[in-house]
């Protein structure tokens, strides 16, 4: 019976160590299997459209600079983050450095800042091609998106490596239990803040910029409609 409750240790120590994940062969294999084939599909495919627009210089437009941008950090989304993810959900034990626990997290903080920039740069770009489609050419150029993604992609590191040392309390050897990579987040006007900067203020952008398309485009849909109706 002792020997029983040793094992769903990771370390001898109990008063510290985790405790093991209590999951039949099974099923623990077709989680792993389960999560491989979604970090296998992300990268495939967003290599596939990285490589894509790369290549094919007819495909070198405005809008498709900005789903490269939001390709690439896919598929770093495909490449650490779900790998690394699902170890640490499936294995209590954290079998890495201090360090890659809090490159870990970086990075998919990271990804989240990277992919929700790149939505709102391409709603704008769809905003200005729907609703002012006269300027689209002169006002949507690749300079200047090319200028539009660098900015972003500095901004969210930046951020992201300040927010990270400030908000966010990384525990490897320290904390709920011996070896565990976990975040400790309380609720701060700190933590609020970043929320409301990273998360509420983009996502509020899309949104509100494509209500105004939809609602343009009923506005021309419906014009258009009148006038077959008056020939």
């Not at 001898?12 to 209590?22: E, F, G, P, T």
């Not at 099923?27 to 627009?53: G, R, W």
């Not at 494509?210 to 014009?223: E, N, T």
């Amino acid at each position: 019976m002792e020997e029983n409750k040793d094992d769903q240790y990771c370390f001898q120590d109990r008063n510290s160590s985790c405790r093991k994940a209590l999951l039949s062969t099974s099923i623990y294999i077709t989680l792993y299997i389960f999560f491989s084939l979604i970090s296998a599909v992300t990268v495939f495919l967003n290599l596939l459209v990285i490589i894509s627009i790369s290549h094919f210089k007819q495909l070198h437009t405005t809008t498709n600079l900005l789903i490269l941008s939001l390709a690439m950090s896919d598929l770093l989304v495909g490449l650490i983050v779900i790998p690394v993810t699902t170890v640490a959900v499936m294995e209590p034990c954290w079998g890495f450095e201090e360090y890659f626990c809090v490159f870990h997290i970086y990075i998919a903080f990271l990804c989240t800042s990277l992919s929700l920039g790149s939505l709102v740069l391409i709603s704008i770009d769809r905003y200005v091609a729907v609703c002012d489609p006269l300027l689209y050419h002169s006002k949507i150029t690749i300079t200047r998106i090319m200028c539009f993604i660098s900015i972003t992609w500095c901004c969210c590191i930046i951020y992201r490596a300040a927010i990270i040392k400030n908000f966010v309390n990384v525990h490897v050897h320290i904390g709920r239990c011996l070896k565990e990579c976990f975040i400790f987040e309380g609720i701060t006007w700190g933590n609020i803040i970043d929320v409301v900067i990273t998360m509420v203020f983009p996502c509020s952008i899309i949104i509100t910029l494509y209500m105004k398309i939809f609602v343009v485009a009923r506005s021309q849909a419906r014009k258009s409609s009148t006038r077959n109706s008056n020939m």
